[in-house]
């Protein structure tokens, strides 16, 4: 089972952006559903995360611009990006935890917001 994430490109500064994080197959018991970002030569932070029962968790830097979202039957997760400012420029992914702990990541893309 792979995560693929899709959804990034370039936008202006106001812009919005919608990532999608879906899984190839099936994937039993997904806990929580998180997005990460990796700047250059950084290391990756946790962006947003939502867990099976609907509670959210986000980075300081995104509240009130980015909204997560799932859809447990499909195994998709959203990251709806709002305000996109040129310091959200980052390489995003997907991570699913499942209740016994196993990860699946998906593969990053690129979110490009210009000034």
């Known amino acids: 089972v792979q995560l693929q994430a899709s959804g990034g490109g370039l936008v202006q500064a106001g812009g919005s952006l919608r990532l999608s994080c879906a899984a190839s197959g099936s994937i039993s018991s997904i806990n929580a559903m998180r997005w990460y970002r990796q700047f250059p030569g950084k290391q990756r932070e946790l962006v947003a995360s939502?867990?099976?029962?609907?509670?959210?968790n986000y980075a300081d830097s995104v509240k009130g611009r980015f909204a997560i979202s799932r859809e447990s039957a499909k195994n998709t997760a959203y990251l709806q990006m709002n305000s996109l400012k040129p310091e959200d420029t980052a390489v995003y992914s997907c991570?699913?935890?499942?209740?016994?702990?196993?990860?699946?990541w998906g593969q990053g893309t690129q979110v490009t917001v210009s000034s």
């Open positions: 991570n699913f935890r499942t209740n016994w702990g196993r990860m699946y």
């Open positions: 939502i867990t099976s029962d609907g509670n959210t």
